[in-house]
Every structure is written in structure tokens, then in C-alpha cells.
């Protein structure tokens, strides 16, 4: 069975653009969850959709948004870039409600 | 609400020995306690989780202790390998209308030859 899969891998951007990246979740999972890592804040949640509704939103200021489509793959948007956004986005989904969720290898986003 | 920290933010163990990573959360909300292994330049990959009702669960060459009482969590791995080199993180995951993962700050492992 074919893992997460996160693309872009690795983005450059200009403080103000915006960005899309991508997840495709495993194939049967319903529940895809982003997370933000950085070297300072560790791994922090985003959001989580289940069944193209957001169910979960962790403390991030609203030009981070998500959507996920009726085949379960998601997208997540980032507006007007800041330096600060820079980190590894990670996906990951999940059957449901398991405690087991499968990571993607994550998109690299820098900020410049 | 919930914070899950880590003891110790590296630990440097001889290959063939056993290692512990310790780790400990701030309140009884999580539902679930989950250890993660996260290798340079991939994804962080499941080890195993343990209930909140349970104290311990083994698998393959893991084994992970909740000591509720003093809230703390551990992952032992027996016969460490050099493969095991990694960053590890604890969750701990509430199912409640707040269900998401809290991670701890990591502990990077090293195995020494």
C-alpha cells in the first residue's frame, strides 16, 4: 500500500506570496491531518479534515487555511508568506479516529 | 491545556545496549500516548502508542511504561542498533471534540559503534 505522499518536496517563496502544497493521504483514510515544524517550536498542530469538513484547529492565525476533497486528498494554503512561516509541512492521515496516524515525508517550505 | 515534554534533548547509547527515552505530560486529558521516530529528512513514523488505562505495551524490541501517578511516559529499546538513530518524540492524543496530537521538544538518539 502506497504511504503519504506530500509535493511539493521542497518550495521557495518571497515573503507575501502565497503557497499551496499538497497530501494525498493512504488510500482508505478518511482523516488527514497538518502539522508545522520547525527547529524552535517542535511539531504543532494545524488543522484536520475528515471527510472534506475541518474537524480540529490548532492556534495558528487565519492565513493558514485548508480544504480536503471528496477523494481525501488535501491541499493547505499559507497567504501573505512571513519569514517566520518557514518549516518542514507535515501530513498525515488516519483511518479514523486510531491514535495511528501515518506521516508523509513533508514539503519544505522556505521563506525569503 | 496539554504539554508533553521531553527529559533530555540527546542521549548517546552503545550499540547491543538497552536504551530509555523518557518523557512527561502536564495533564490527564490525552487519551492516548504515542512514540514516533522521526530519521533526517523523512516524516515521523509510529512506534506504538499505550491507552491512558494501560501501564505498559510491548512490541517488537519496544516496550513503553505510563506511570499516570507522576505523569510519565518511557520507551525502552532493547539491543539498540544503529538503525534506531533518530529523533523520538512523544504524543499524547485526546479523542474528544479537540482531538489532535501535542508533541514533546524530541530526544535525539545516537548509537555509538
Not at chain 2, 34 to 39: A, G
Not at chain 2, 52 to 69: A, E, I, P, Y
Not at chain 2, 83 to 94: E, I, K, P
Request: aromatic letters at 10%; glycine letters at 10%; a positive charge.
Amino acid at each position: 500500500k502506497a504511504g503519504v505522499t506530500q509535493t511539493p518536496r521542497y518550495l521557495i517563496k518571497t515573503r507575501g506570496q502565497q503557497v499551496t502544497l499538497s497530501c494525498s493521504p493512504i488510500s482508505g483514510h478518511r482523516s488527514v491531518s497538518w502539522y508545522q515544524q520547525t527547529p524552535g517550536q517542535g511539531l504543532q498542530f494545524l488543522f484536520e479534515y475528515f471527510s472534506e469538513t475541518q474537524r480540529n484547529k490548532g492556534n495558528f492565525p487565519g492565513r493558514f487555511s485548508g480544504r480536503q476533497f471528496s477523494n481525501s486528498r488535501s491541499e493547505m494554503n499559507v497567504s501573505t508568506l512571513e519569514l517566520g512561516d518557514s518549516a518542514l509541512y507535515l501530513c498525515a492521515s488516519s483511518w479514523g479516529t486510531a491514535a495511528e496516524q501515518y506521516f508523509g515525508p513533508g514539503t519544505r517550505l522556505t521563506v525569503t | 491545556g496539554e504539554s508533553v515534554g521531553l527529559h533530555l534533548p540527546t542521549l548517546s547509547v552503545q550499540e547491543g545496549d538497552n536504551s530509555i527515552i523518557n518523557c512527561a505530560y502536564s495533564n490527564s486529558a490525552s487519551d492516548y500516548f504515542i512514540w514516533y521516530k522521526q530519521e533526517s529528512g523523512k516524516g515521523p513514523q509510529f512506534i506504538i502508542d499505550i491507552r491512558s488505562n494501560m501501564d505498559k505495551r510491548q512490541g517488537q524490541r519496544v516496550t513503553v511504561l505510563l506511570n499516570k501517578t507522576v505523569k510519565h511516559l518511557s520507551l525502552q529499546i532493547a539491543a539498540t542498533q544503529p538503525g534506531d538513530s533518530a529523533v523520538y518524540f512523544c504524543a499524547g492524543l485526546s479523542e474528544g471534540s479537540a482531538r489532535q496530537l501535542t508533541f514533546g521538544s524530541g530526544t535525539q538518539l545516537t548509537v555509538l559503534p
